[in-house]
């Protein structure tokens, strides 16, 4: 005997069903607590034009811009491989940091502002 389970995606403003690429899943943050909803395109849209007024006022803090998905790709996520900076180059960055007064730390990631501010001064 075979089995198949098939899901679907629903609209979580009206209900309706979402077809394969006629909507999207948007995530947002308010207030340090994070969101995900699931719209189709017209009330994806909707979202979108309502949020635009408060981000055109806003001050961007961090993260990178995404551009929207397909709702029935979001199921499935990638491993997205990051280009890697010549070793040289981040001690460099963490010396100039630290010189500068910035906090950093001898290993991990290098945060996304004293980055700009070191390719800033150079």
């Known amino acids: ?20 690429e006629s909507g999207e899943t948007i995530e947002f943050a ?24 408060y981000v055109e006022h806003a001050t961007r803090v961090g993260g990178r811009r995404r551009k929207p998905s397909p709702a029935a790709a979001s199921a499935a996520t990638a491993a997205a491989g990051s280009a890697k ?27 996304a502002d004293i980055e700009e501010a070191y390719n800033a001064a150079h």
């Open 85 to 111: 900076r010549d070793p040289e180059q981040t001690r460099a960055i963490r010396q100039w940091a630290f010189d500068q007064g910035y906090e950093i730390s001898e290993r991990g990631r290098i945060p």
């Open 30 to 53: 308010v207030n340090g607590v994070e969101y995900s909803i699931d719209l189709k395109t017209k009330n994806a849209n909707e979202f979108h034009k309502k949020l635009d007024y």
């Open 1 to 20: 005997m075979a089995r198949q389970v098939t899901t679907q995606l629903v609209d979580d403003i009206d209900g309706s069903v979402i077809d394969d």
